[in-house]
């Protein structure tokens, strides 16, 4: 499903140039779950940009379905997104002037979906949000946030689906219930999951881990 | 439709808040701007029209071409022809030498004739108002023709070979001003009665008026009737028929166009402000519509379908907020308004909708143009640089919309420059001296206490909201205070020609036996004139020693009448030498040539310039004359003029008359009479009618120009909010973290109002220099009044600045010390 050969990516900053990624080799299946792990800089965020098609390496390439995507323009791959990918995010990233029912229903309606409301309606349910549908994000605490998030995420029925620390906002009980969520929607839909994360418990319910350090691959394995 | 859904839910949601008030008050005040300046435009022109009686006049000493009338009738133009003559009239042993002026039936074509059945009338409720005239044998009469003549209403008098009864006193005729009433009393008669008066012989010295108005094309029937015209048939505009009342309503109209321009720019600014902060809004919704795999196209084409339902929907409310703005604003001064003003073309309201569309284009869509083309990685980094257009570029395209749109609304390209280089000039300097005060202040605020030290480092770490902020606050300021002062200016301008003791009457032809009893007569009533001119007639016999037809190819009225030559030592008041120079103590008074000095207009017409010469002939006697100076005039100030004027020592030994101008209150007016009666070779002109109705139509001007302003004020009020709104956010976010950590409410209000009024005050001081700067260039190039400089602008605009952005500040921020810290950061 997603092919990743040599991949680098190298910034240049005043001090130089920075190497943020180095030779990464990979490949996930569908339905794999995959956790991308290590230090805080180590390169987890920038290589989740590089395999969703939001960024691109300085070398190497990266292949979604048998599509390279890093020999596509900017549409070509947002072309790509808009068939196979949904995200998650640390910040949530909700619109603060849409309720809730309208930030899950904006992809689906985008993508011209007729009964987007209703889908959007059925997605707050399955996360437990049926009484909050008419809710802004200000009036919505942390963790119903990271929920509408991942009704948003799954609406769109992605093939693929990418999420960054989506626990890393909240407190630990929260946090366990949206990881308990997000596993459970993700073996009900059948979405290959990649993650990034730094917390170890979250890392071990996934099929493989992905360890950076410095830009480098120093470990992937299937988890026990 | 998405894109309107999208609008509906932003809307809901609050981002759409300020830019839709912004739109809608923007359009609301240009709008209304335009209405107001439109129909107060219109009723000026249909007043200056009603001053000639007509929409234009064809003058003339023979009576007209009966081909023009049958053509007018053709083109459904309308017609009245007048003639004016001199007439002795009389009953019983009393005579009077009377100004007659006989009207076909369809006079005036515009305005009204008052008329009343009690002399003297001024009470309203004795006025009549007609748009006809004196039906056939009777005459309407000036009221003080009954004491001359000795005579009441209904009694019947003698005007050339008829007698004919006067049946009403005539108060009032429109065109009163266009012909002075040289030669006593006002009568108003039937053109069909002048064959059996028989007063107008071959040779009679008369004056033709050919009144016209109206038809399906004015301009085509004007067009084909010009060239017609010969030497001796003139063309009168509304414009041309008093100096005075043109120079007013041409100022007031100009003064109108600039508070309609001002507003376009204070509502381009106000959008500016409010697209600005728009924009910043968009971009995380942006970012996740390219990671959600939406092409670039098509979120531009939503944006721009969402900008485009928002122009429509916003300038829709606000043309109609306009209207009723403007109508509020009519019914609050119709007391005094004395006149109904005309409706409105489409004019105002195309203007009103495209100020709210292109400025929405103008500063929005560059805003959020180049957002589509951003990385969507900035949803996972928010350090991702934002590749829009830097706000140079963006100010540029904006800034070239208000253009457009000040052109259009203006149609006058030197305004528009000025006001748009002014502002920019004002903006360039707020953003250098902005930038230079808030390092100052920041280097020097840590003396000053930690309110102080807080809200100045906080300034400067946000420098370019606040330069921002400051170039919108400092432009608001400057053209509120241009209006101001402007409209100060120009009002005392006025009030300065207009003063209640303003001579209203001429005393002419004088002679100099009878000056000692005039002087009396005028001393025995307490009056005072403004000086005694003596006046010697003469006709110009030779243009450097050629005869005048020779040199000046039309025949021209000054070569065809005696003029009146005077002598003085002094430049007249209101006088400025031009060319050459002024005669002093070296000048020789009896020199082979004379030096004469030459009004502008006059040597112009005649080919004329420094060091010709002009032979006059007084009496059968002649002199040679060298051009030595030409002057400007001023007309406004009704004091006796001089087309050419001597040195002493020249025209004494000629026989001479003398002349001067009066103030003549109501109540002694029959002062007119007596002078008349004792002197009658005494010529007056009556000039009181028409300096009342000068009066009116400037008090109606300025109460135009009052309105204006009130609105002006608004929409600056608007460019404030809309530039206080800009960094509100993160102040309510700072304010809520340092309450959380304890700050007290007289800090956090401190520091707010530090940096608010801090702002206001820089912004204040640097609008008193754009302002400054910009009356004088108006002044000197759009109004042509005196420059002189406004002190108090440097006082009032940094400390009204300062206090107004400060309270606005304040008021606003509030939020952050009456509600939970929680509860604000929630909020945001």
């Known amino acids: ?224 | 439709m998405l894109a309107f859904k999208m609008l509906l839910r932003s809307w809901r949601g609050g981002q759409l808040r300020l830019i839709f008030a912004s739109l809608v008050l923007a359009v609301a005040v240009v709008t209304s701007v335009a209405l107001l300046a439109e129909r107060v435009e219109r009723a000026l022109i249909a007043e200056s029209s009603s001053f000639l009686a007509a929409d234009l006049v064809v003058r003339s000493s023979k009576p007209f071409n009966p081909q023009w009338l049958q053509r007018a009738a053709e083109e459904g133009v309308r017609t009245a022809q007048t003639v004016s003559f001199a007439s002795m009239t009389y009953h019983g042993d009393e005579m009077h030498l009377a100004s007659v002026k006989a009207v076909e039936s369809s006079y005036p074509l515009r305005g009204a004739v008052k008329r009343s059945q009690t002399p003297f009338a001024t009470d309203e409720a004795d006025i009549e108002l007609v748009t006809q005239g004196p039906a056939r044998g009777e005459l309407w009469v000036d009221s003080r023709l009954l004491p001359l003549l000795d005579i009441q209403l209904g009694d019947a008098i003698e005007l050339g070979d008829g007698s004919f009864t006067v049946s009403q006193i005539l108060i009032e005729e429109p065109d009163g001003g266009s012909s002075f009433s040289m030669f006593g009393a006002r009568i108003l008669m039937n053109w069909q009665d002048l064959d059996k008066a028989a007063v107008i012989q071959p040779g009679s010295r008369v004056n033709y008026r050919l009144l016209l108005a109206d038809g399906d094309d004015f301009e085509g029937y004007v067009d084909w009737l010009k060239p017609q015209l010969s030497v001796h048939e003139r063309l009168i505009t509304p414009d041309e028929a008093q100096a005075s009342i043109a120079s007013t309503m041409d100022r007031g109209r100009r003064f109108l166009l600039l508070a309609g321009s001002i507003g376009v720019v204070l509502a381009g600014i106000a959008l500016a402000l409010a697209s600005h902060h728009f924009a910043n809004g968009q971009t995380l919704q942006v970012a996740l519509l390219k990671s959600w795999g939406i092409a670039a196209r098509r979120v531009r084409s939503l944006y721009l379908q969402q900008i485009v339902l928002l122009g429509v929907i916003g300038s829709v409310i606000g043309l109609v907020l306009g209207w009723a703005f403007h109508q509020l604003l009519i019914s609050a001064v119709r007391e005094w308004l004395p006149i109904a003003l005309p409706m409105a073309g489409p004019r105002p309201w195309i203007t009103g909708m495209a100020t709210g569309m292109l400025c929405l284009a103008g500063f929005t869509l560059p805003a959020l143009w180049h957002l589509p083309a951003q990385s969507p990685l900035a949803v996972l980094r928010r350090d991702t640089p934002i590749n829009n257009l830097n706000a140079a570029a963006r100010g540029s395209l904006g800034v070239l919309a208000v253009a457009l749109l000040l052109f259009w609304y203006s149609n006058n390209l030197w305004l528009s420059l000025a006001i748009l280089l002014g502002f920019a000039l004002t903006a360039m300097a707020s953003i250098a001296v902005g930038l230079l005060l808030l390092r100052l202040g920041k280097t020097y605020g840590h003396w000053m206490g930690s309110i102080w030290r807080l809200a100045l480092s906080n300034l400067w770490r946000r420098k370019k909201p606040s330069l921002i902020q400051m170039v919108g606050f400092s432009g608001a300021i400057a053209l509120l205070m241009i209006m101001v002062v402007v409209r100060t200016s120009l009002i005392d301008e006025w009030r300065w020609q207009l003063a209640d003791d303003a001579p209203n009457h001429f005393l002419v032809n004088v002679a100099a036996h009878e000056l000692d009893g005039v002087k009396q007569l005028i001393d025995q009533r307490e009056l005072e004139t403004a000086g005694w001119y003596s006046m010697v007639r003469g006709r110009i016999t030779l243009l450097n020693n050629l005869p005048p037809a020779d040199v000046v190819p039309e025949d021209h009225e000054s070569l065809r009448r005696e003029l009146n030559l005077s002598w003085t030592r002094d430049l007249p008041e209101g006088n400025k030498v031009i060319q050459g120079q002024w005669w002093d103590d070296s000048t020789p008074q009896n020199g082979a040539l004379a030096p004469v000095s030459l009004e502008e207009d006059i040597a112009k017409e005649l080919g004329l310039k420094l060091g010709d010469t002009i032979q006059f002939s007084v009496g059968g006697l002649t002199f040679d004359a060298v051009i030595t100076s030409t002057r400007s005039l001023n007309w406004d100030n009704m004091t006796p003029n001089f087309y050419f004027l001597f040195p002493e020592g020249y025209l004494e030994e000629y026989p001479r008359t003398h002349m001067t101008s009066l103030y003549i209150p109501a109540e002694e007016k029959l002062l007119v009479n007596d002078l008349l009666r004792k002197y009658p070779t005494v010529q007056v002109i009556e000039l009181d009618k028409i300096i009342d109705r000068i009066r009116t139509i400037v008090s109606q001007v300025t109460r135009g120009l009052e309105m204006m302003t009130l609105l002006i004020l608004g929409c600056g009020i608007v460019v404030m909010f809309a530039a206080v709104s800009l960094s509100m956010q993160e102040r309510l976010q700072e304010s809520a973290i340092l309450r959380t950590l304890g700050s007290s409410r007289r800090l956090i209000l401190g520091v707010q109002w530090v940096e608010f009024s801090t702002l206001g005050l820089m912004a204040g001081l640097l609008a008193a220099l754009g302002a400054e700067f910009a009356v004088a260039m108006l002044q000197r190039f759009m109004f042509s009044l005196p420059f002189n400089w406004h002190p108090w602008l440097w006082m009032v605009g940094p400390v009204a600045g300062g206090l107004l952005v400060g309270v606005l500040g304040v008021a606003y921020s509030r939020k952050a010390v009456t509600q939970p810290p929680l509860q604000v950061l929630n909020s945001l």
Do not use: W
């Open chain 1, 1 to 224: 499903m997603i092919d990743v050969s040599s991949i680098s990516k190298q910034v240049v900053t005043s001090e130089g140039t920075l190497c943020i990624l180095d030779n990464i080799n990979l490949s996930v299946q569908a339905g794999e779950t995959l956790a991308i792990v290590g230090a805080s800089g180590s390169g987890k965020s920038t290589l989740l940009g590089i395999l969703a098609g939001l960024d691109l390496p300085t070398s190497g390439t990266v292949s979604i379905n048998g599509e390279d995507i890093t020999a596509m323009d900017e549409e070509g791959r947002a072309a790509v997104r808009a068939g196979h990918v949904g995200f998650v995010f640390q910040s949530f990233h909700l619109l603060p002037g849409l309720t809730a029912l309208e930030n899950v229903a904006l992809p689906l309606e985008l993508q011209g979906v007729s009964d987007a409301l209703q889908t959007a309606a059925h997605y707050l349910e399955r996360v437990g949000l049926a009484a909050r549908v008419g809710h802004y994000p200000r009036q919505l605490s942390g963790g119903e946030q990271q929920r509408v998030a991942l009704a948003r995420a799954f609406a769109c029925r992605p093939t693929i689906l990418f999420a960054d620390e989506p626990t890393g906002n909240l407190d630990t009980g929260t946090g366990a219930k949206i990881n308990d969520l997000l596993f459970d929607l993700n073996q009900e839909e059948g979405t290959t999951l990649i993650l990034v994360t730094h917390e170890k418990t979250l890392a071990a319910r996934c099929g493989r881990t992905l360890e950076l350090q410095a830009g480098r691959q120093i470990n992937s394995g299937n988890n026990a």
